[in-house]
């Protein structure tokens, strides 16, 4: 069976790639047609299956970490506060390309999307590197196999519980 941390490593490679996208789409917003489905897609994602993403982190995974991290300093709080600038950042740019798709393509707005599209997908390269070198090389050494039995069962429920709100 796959160790939580595995799951998740390969869930931020997937993340990885559609920030790759999301530059690439707001390098090119002058061209509207061709942006558009993509900068749709991308926001969807980013909008939706993405924070399922974080309540594995946050609700599953993290309270593990108890019995060998502190949950409100350190590196554990800086990573759910780095969860809130992101999501903060995320409503920013939603609300701009919904702009830019409903007919508001002016300079203004664009600039909106790629001053705030690059924080985020700067923040999140970053915040992605030192959850998979530090938090999850620590989780890996720390966890025992009851405990990541536990976190994958949480994984299920998560997805589960948030599809169905989504629906
Ligand atoms: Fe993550």
Request: charged share 30%; net charge negative; proline share 2%.
């Amino acid at each position: 069976m796959k160790k939580p941390t595995e799951l998740l490593k390969e869930e931020h490679q997937g993340v990885l790639q559609k920030l790759d996208a999301l530059e690439d789409v707001i390098n090119n917003l002058e061209h509207k047609e061709k942006a558009s489905a993509r900068l749709k897609e991308l926001t969807s994602f980013f909008d939706t299956d993405f924070w399922v993403h974080f309540d594995k982190e946050g609700k599953a995974l993290f309270p593990e970490f108890d019995n060998f991290m502190p949950r409100g300093a350190g590196p554990l709080a800086v990573m759910m506060d780095e969860h809130e600038v992101l999501r903060e950042t995320n409503v920013v740019v939603h609300e701009a390309v919904t702009r830019y798709l409903d007919d508001d393509d002016s300079a203004a707005v664009i600039q909106v999307i790629r001053q705030n599209g690059t924080h985020f997908i700067e923040f999140l390269r970053n915040h992605i590197f030192k959850e998979d070198s530090i938090l999850f090389r620590m989780a890996e050494m720390h966890l025992q196999q009851a405990q990541n039995e536990r976190v994958i069962r949480l994984f299920a429920e998560i997805e589960r519980t948030t599809k169905s709100d989504l629906k």
